[in-house]
């Protein structure tokens, strides 16, 4: 597919989704293994910098993608590393999430189908529900791969867990992360992790339902929300806001509180080694809370 043809075929499948598809859950066992697709049933993001007429594809990366898809081809090896992340539509076909370059380079390498991961991510009515439901004022912040993961070289770790809860969230999560769960969710805080990547927001749940801990919101793909402020981030985003008088984010040294829309913010340091990190996070928030009845 040629650029101008390639350009031209995205704003095109762009404007035929308006009015036409929405994005739907998928159930477990279509989210349980990768799966192949046809090209022609990928549509592009509207909200990704390459549908957008402003920006657009790099045709440096879709050539280089082309050229590496063409080797693997003639030498009869794997063409994919790794699935494209969808998210299903209605009627018919999956939303591209992750992966826009090398779809257009299968196209253009003549590829028929291209193996799929998909996962559920949180839509605009998804955290609109969440925030009605909610009886709380505050809320925490986590950044689940810089402080909730850790790799499985790290030394203190919750425990592993075994067939089947493994499959679907291989990760590994710090000590001591459901501890401080239960005390934030016990002392009136809502919940909300995030993450760069994309993962499915039902597998989050469970991992942490297993842990015996409630997250309330999942929001993943923050890169490229952050990267794209579309009206749906921005009108998220001011819902959230508007709903919690306060909030804490909680890093790997120490503590960020925000006050509202006032902007008015104020820093607690964790200072702990890494086997007491937990601990000492829940300290200094019952320290902050102590101070704050006393006003």
């Given at each position: 597919?040629a650029k101008s043809k390639l350009?031209?075929f995205v704003?095109?499948?762009?404007k035929?989704?308006?009015?036409v598809y929405?994005p739907?859950?998928?159930?477990?066992?279509?989210?349980?293994f990768?799966?192949k697709?046809?090209?022609a049933?990928?549509?592009?993001n509207?909200e990704?910098e390459?549908?957008?007429e402003?920006?657009g594809p790099?045709?440096?990366?879709?050539?280089?993608?082309?050229?590496k898809f063409?080797?693997?081809?003639?030498?009869?090896?794997k063409?994919?590393?790794?699935p494209l992340t969808?998210e299903?539509?209605?009627?018919?076909?999956?939303?591209?999430l992750?992966g826009?370059?090398r779809w257009a380079?299968?196209m253009?390498?003549?590829?028929?189908?291209v193996?799929i991961?998909?996962i559920n991510v949180a839509t605009?009515?998804d955290?609109?529900?969440?925030?009605e439901k909610s009886q709380?004022d505050?809320?925490?912040?986590?950044d689940?791969?810089?402080?909730?993961?850790?790799?499985e070289?790290?030394?203190y770790?919750?425990?592993?867990f075994?067939f089947p809860?493994?499959l679907?969230?291989?990760?590994?999560?710090?000590?001591?992360?459901?501890?401080l769960f239960?005390f934030?969710?016990?002392?009136g805080?809502?919940i909300w992790?995030y993450?760069?990547d994309?993962y499915?927001?039902d597998?989050i749940q469970k991992f942490?339902?297993a842990?015996?801990?409630h997250v309330?919101?999942?929001?993943?793909?923050?890169?490229?929300?952050?990267?794209?402020?579309?009206e749906?981030v921005?009108r998220?985003e001011?819902l959230?806001?508007?709903?919690?008088?306060?909030?804490?984010?909680i890093?790997?040294d120490?503590?960020?509180v925000?006050?509202g829309?006032t902007?008015?913010f104020?820093?607690?340091?964790i200072?702990?080694?890494?086997?007491?990190?937990a601990?000492?996070?829940?300290?200094?928030i019952?320290?902050?809370?102590k101070?704050e009845r006393?006003?």
């Open positions: 597919m350009d031209e704003q095109n499948d762009v035929n989704q308006k009015g929405i739907v859950h998928a159930g477990i066992l279509e989210r349980m990768v799966r697709a046809a090209c049933k990928l549509h592009p509207a990704d390459f549908s957008m402003s920006v790099s045709y440096r990366i879709i050539s280089e993608y082309e050229t063409r080797e693997a081809m003639r030498l009869e090896r063409v994919f590393d790794e969808v299903k539509l209605r009627p018919n076909g999956y939303l591209l992750n826009h370059h380079a299968a253009r390498c003549n590829i028929k189908k193996p991961k998909i605009e009515s955290i609109k529900k969440i925030l709380h505050k809320r925490v912040t986590l689940l791969d810089e402080v909730v993961f850790r790799p070289d790290y030394k770790l919750e425990k592993k075994i809860l493994n679907r969230m291989k990760q590994r999560i710090r000590l001591g992360i459901p501890a239960y934030l969710a016990k002392n805080y809502d992790v993450a760069a994309y499915s927001i597998d942490f339902r842990y015996s801990v309330d919101g999942i929001i993943t793909g923050v890169a490229k929300r952050e990267q794209n402020q579309s749906s921005m998220m001011k959230i806001a508007n709903k919690y008088a306060k909030t804490l984010h890093d790997n120490l503590i960020l925000t006050r829309k902007g008015e104020e820093e607690y340091e200072n702990s080694s890494e086997e007491e990190w601990r000492k996070a829940i300290t200094v019952e320290e902050m809370e101070n006393k006003k």
